[in-house]
């Protein structure tokens, strides 16, 4: 049964999150836990997933103390804020002016909490954390240890709860209601920014206040946002995806390949070459599947249809939810699927001649197989070739 998706059933759910990664003080001997958002395209994913805050500037270090269910936010500039306790499952946030009084602040904390133990875990180190905020934290705590505790906080993430689940299918709901609206809105004549524009509008009007459209018009892999005088032509057959975060800050990709005219052999060759590989992944994507067993399995519908494969544009897949990696950027070949993660699924497999489809969604691995989260299911769809208005 879908869990209702009110504040209340967030706040339950953050509680939960903060439990599980509090737990880690005592398996690692911490007297704090330290974690940092930037008010930045994914990288606040820590304050999703212990405050569920968003962060639309500057920086807000998360702080778990012993014996305290809820963490404490010190935050700059002051605005963000307001934006925290509007949105999050916690108000013990404190603003200052600057970032380096916050990181002053946060010195003064860790300093009260740490004691004999002179141990801190740290979330995001090597990615967020920059070096100045580390020499200045050591250099203000001699004999301060800080612990990088990410890899485990990240087995926590990545595994997804009902109430994170259903957050990623509204999401998943919500983009595919835009790429409906995409095709409706295309047609020849238009410029592609203005068509991405009115989509991103409808998406941010609904609470989706970062990411981007990209395109891609040449059959590669690789999409960008269009350039301003490029028109959307008869001919195209076209990428179009979504990177975007919804509240309460959950990320989700999806794409779907366009075109106002009947494709051509080889572009529908590869095009059902690429949802069957996505269909295989998917089927192969269960609890203790590696990335390498995903990337074999998409390797082999490939060479099943008789293409030539040249390497690979990317991973075949990435854990996503409140960041658009929950976990290292580029998952190596071991790294083992759980039960209930959420995984963006995009066969990665290069063709001849650089050729690919950068198709992709994002599913949830179940015993059976990963399910999708989107009720997109097919990655395809023929548009209305009517010249538009130039």
Same mark, same amino acid.
């Given at each position: 049964m879908r869990p209702e998706l009110t504040r209340a059933a967030i706040q339950q759910d953050v509680a939960r999150r903060l439990r599980a990664v509090s737990a880690l003080m005592a398996e690692f001997d911490l007297g704090a836990i330290l974690a940092l958002a930037i008010g930045a395209p994914s990288q606040a994913g820590w304050l999703h997933? $212990?405050?569920?805050?968003?962060l639309y500037d500057g920086a807000a270090f998360v702080i778990l103390e012993p014996r305290r269910p809820d963490p404490l936010i010190v935050v700059s500039p002051e605005d963000a804020a307001e934006a925290i306790q509007a949105t999050g499952a916690t108000r013990r946030v404190e603003a200052l002016a600057s970032t380096d009084g916050a990181i002053k602040r946060v010195i003064e904390i860790i300093g009260s909490l !740490?004691?004999?133990? @002179? @141990?801190?875990? !740290?979330?995001?180190?090597?990615?967020?954390?920059?070096? @100045?905020?580390?020499?200045?934290?050591?250099?203000?705590?001699?004999? $301060?240890t800080l612990v990088d505790i990410t890899a485990a906080?990240?087995? $926590?993430?990545?595994?997804k709860s009902p109430v994170e689940v259903a957050i990623m299918q509204e999401l998943g709901r919500l983009l595919d209601q835009g790429l409906t609206l995409f095709e409706q809105e295309a047609r020849p004549g238009r410029l592609a920014w203005e068509v991405a524009g009115e989509i991103e509008g409808f998406l941010r009007g609904r609470g989706c206040f970062w990411g981007t459209s990209k395109y891609s018009f040449d059959h590669r892999p690789y999409l960008y946002p269009a350039p301003l005088d490029r028109r959307l032509s008869a001919d195209d057959a076209m990428v179009y995806e979504f990177v975007y975060s919804g509240p309460p800050g959950y990320w989700y990709i999806l794409s779907s390949l366009y075109s106002f005219r009947p494709l051509a052999d080889g572009v529908a060759r590869r095009l059902r070459a690429t949802e069957q590989a996505i269909r295989e992944t998917a089927r192969v994507a269960v609890p203790g599947s590696t990335r390498a067993d995903l990337a074999r399995a998409a390797?082999?519908?490939f060479t099943d249809w008789g293409m030539t494969i040249v390497g690979r544009h990317t991973?075949?897949?990435?854990?996503?939810?409140?960041?658009?990696?929950?976990?290292?950027?580029? !998952?190596p070949p071991e790294w083992t699927l759980r039960e209930n993660m959420t995984l963006a699924i995009h066969p990665a497999t290069m063709l001849e001649g650089e050729c690919g489809y950068f198709l992709c969604d994002v599913f949830l691995v179940r015993p059976e197989g990963a399910v999708a989260l989107s009720p997109r @299911?097919?990655?395809y769809r023929h548009l209305d070739g009517a010249a538009g208005s130039p």
């Open positions: 997933y $212990l405050a569920a805050a968003e !740490v004691g004999n133990r @002179r @141990r801190i875990g !740290v979330l995001g180190a090597g990615s967020q954390w920059s070096w @100045r905020d580390h020499v200045e934290v050591t250099r203000t705590l001699p004999g $301060l906080a990240n087995a $926590l993430r990545m595994v390797d082999r519908v991973v075949d897949c990435h854990p996503i939810g409140t960041d658009i990696n929950d976990g290292p950027g580029d !998952v @299911r097919s990655f």
